[in-house]
């Protein structure tokens, strides 16, 4: 049995029946162990299903089951991690990992918490405040809030976005390390292709207007993986793949006719970066 | 940091040299009557003349120490009670419909005509004056609490919960630490206002404080004992929030950097 299934799930915001759904008729099954990366264009609804998934929000349609249990709310066995670190200011590294232990009950096992800030790589920053860390360490520092409380699931809201594009591609090497390390399921969302490939065991990828998964794949790249798997010809066909189902969804979402142009666009409309070095 | 903050203390410091200069000048001119604009000399004067043989039997050092705990029971008083009834009218709607009328309605009429009332109420003693500087502080720091409480950014709160945090801890362990600044904020604010409703306070049948100085020296038109008192009014309320800012450097170090 899978760990978490999403039963035609659908979400709507307000009473408009003029308004497009956000998400419709979304069925998926998500097993133990498994790393799945979804990708989208901006305002395809990967942060609703995301908040579904999490219990931030209950659908309007359908029903997701977690471990043989219909999800209701929140839960520490899903647990999130966001954009922005969010970490509690008015606590240093070592409370801020401790802070959802401190939440189940008074005594704190302080070992797990030092141990888990050095799977993250940040022994030695324990007792510093979340503004004297940088933006990168932040983001770990959110992670090990998340993997101390050995969560079943971790949801993963673009982690890496706020984060220039060297930080980034550590953080990308440092996540792949540690999927080596620990036995972890993660639902990950990205806006960037090479990201989703690079760490997913699935992809999928979601079109806009309504939210729905359009292409759901396994990606059987070898691991161990690094930067260098990008390189790969595997990766490129992926990619390329990728990037035309990508295309096709934003000449959707966007009203592009000229399918290059689409493609050398990013699917939020920017030109990225990564793509005008390649 | 340290640049800054000698120059920003040399800058104030040559304003108010300039003033006084500036003052002199006027003063000197005789453009204005001694009574109108005495010299910083002749305030200076009556302020030791105050603090040493006292003005209407009491002594400037027996007005300041009068005001100085009139001001800081009324102001902790309303931080007292204002920061968990801005607390309860932010977390229960129903609170807030209860209190939120007599807050709207109370928010605009000046201390001043709450004094009639409140020595028919309470007579001619301490209690008046003291509620009156905390009637005239509550509302801001009602204000303030309630306003840091709704600006809490919603990713706290969905970190918390999705750690597992209960409703409770939500309120324990977000929204207490995060309404900080903004308690602190309400409080920078009132203690002016706090010093404000003084001179307001000691019209009530007052025979000491700093209020009643400037009230009785204003009636002889003393005007250098006047201008004196309103200087160390000046000062007091520069020194509480000063005491107050540093308080807060180190109740909320993170402040403005997170
Ligand atoms: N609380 C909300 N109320 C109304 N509409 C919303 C709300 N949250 C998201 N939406 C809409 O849902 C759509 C999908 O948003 P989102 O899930 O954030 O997309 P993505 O994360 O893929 O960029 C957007 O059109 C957005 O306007
Ligand atoms: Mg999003």
Redesign the interface.
């Known amino acids: 049995m899978s760990l978490l299934s999403l039963h035609d799930v659908s979400l709507r915001f307000g009473n408009d029946p003029q308004r497009p759904s956000v998400l419709e008729s979304i069925s998926l099954e998500v097993g133990e162990g498994e790393f799945v990366t979804v990708l989208g264009p901006s305002g395809c609804g990967k942060t609703s299903l995301l908040r579904l998934i999490?219990g931030?929000q209950e659908s309007t349609g359908g029903e997701i089951v977690f471990d043989g249990q219909k999800v209701s709310?929140?839960?520490?066995e899903?647990?999130?991690v966001?954009q922005?670190a969010?970490?509690?200011?008015?606590l240093n590294l070592r409370n801020n990992v401790a802070?959802?232990l401190?939440?189940?009950r008074r005594k704190v096992d302080w070992r797990l918490v030092e141990e888990t800030i050095d799977i993250v790589g940040l022994k030695g920053y324990e007792s510093y405040?979340?503004?004297e860390l940088s933006g990168g360490m932040q983001q770990r520092a959110a992670l090990a809030?998340?993997l101390v409380?050995s969560p079943r699931l971790l949801?993963m809201d673009e982690p890496f976005g706020a984060l220039d594009a060297l930080t980034r591609q550590r953080m990308q090497e440092f996540i792949l390390e540690l999927r080596e390390r620990l036995d972890l399921t993660i639902f990950f969302i990205t806006h960037d292709v090479e990201e989703a490939i690079l760490l997913g065991d699935r992809m999928l990828i979601m079109q806009a207007e309504p939210g729905r998964v359009t292409f759901d794949e396994d990606i059987r790249l070898p691991r161990p993986r690094s930067e260098a798997t990008t390189l790969t010809p595997e990766f490129q066909v992926i990619r390329q793949r990728a990037l035309q189902t990508l295309g096709r969804v934003s000449i959707a979402a966007a009203g592009f006719t000229d399918l290059d142009t689409a493609l050398s666009l990013n699917f939020d409309g920017s030109s990225s970066a990564r793509e005008q070095r390649a | 940091m340290k640049s800054f903050l000698t120059s920003r203390v040399t800058s104030t410091f040559l304003v108010l040299a300039g003033a006084v200069v500036l003052w002199s000048f006027v003063s000197a001119s005789h453009v204005f009557p001694p009574f109108a604009v005495p010299s910083p000399i002749a305030v200076w004067h009556a302020f030791i003349s105050t603090w040493t043989h006292g003005y209407l039997q009491k002594t400037m050092g027996q007005d300041i120490v009068a005001s100085l705990a009139r001001v800081t029971v009324g102001f902790v008083g309303a931080v007292v009670l204002g920061v968990p009834m801005g607390l309860a009218m932010a977390e229960s709607t129903i609170v807030h419909r209860l209190i939120d009328p007599f807050l709207q309605l109370g928010r605009p009429v000046p201390p001043l005509a709450y004094i009639p009332l409140f020595v028919v109420w309470f007579g001619l003693g301490e209690f008046p004056k003291v509620l009156l500087i905390l009637v005239g502080t509550l509302p801001v720091m009602v204000i303030s609490t309630i306003g840091g409480v709704r600006s809490v950014p919603a990713q706290r709160y969905e970190v918390a919960k999705s750690l597992g945090a209960r409703r409770h801890q939500l309120f324990t362990r977000v929204t207490l630490p995060s309404v900080l600044p903004e308690i602190f904020t309400g409080m920078r604010v009132g203690i002016g206002v706090a010093w404000g409703t003084l001179v307001a306070a000691e019209l009530i049948a007052a025979s000491v404080g700093l209020g009643w100085l400037v009230e009785q020296a204003a009636n002889q038109l003393q005007t250098a004992i006047v201008f004196a008192a309103i200087i160390v009014i000046g000062l007091l309320g520069f020194l509480m929030e000063l005491t107050i800012r540093t308080i807060e450097r180190f109740a909320i170090p993170w402040r403005g950097r997170a």
């Not at chain 1, 969010?86 to 008015?90: I, K, Q, T």
């Open positions: 999490a931030f709310g929140p839960s520490a899903r647990v999130v966001f922005q969010g970490l509690y200011p008015w802070f959802g401190k939440l189940r405040a979340p503004y809030r998340a409380m949801l």
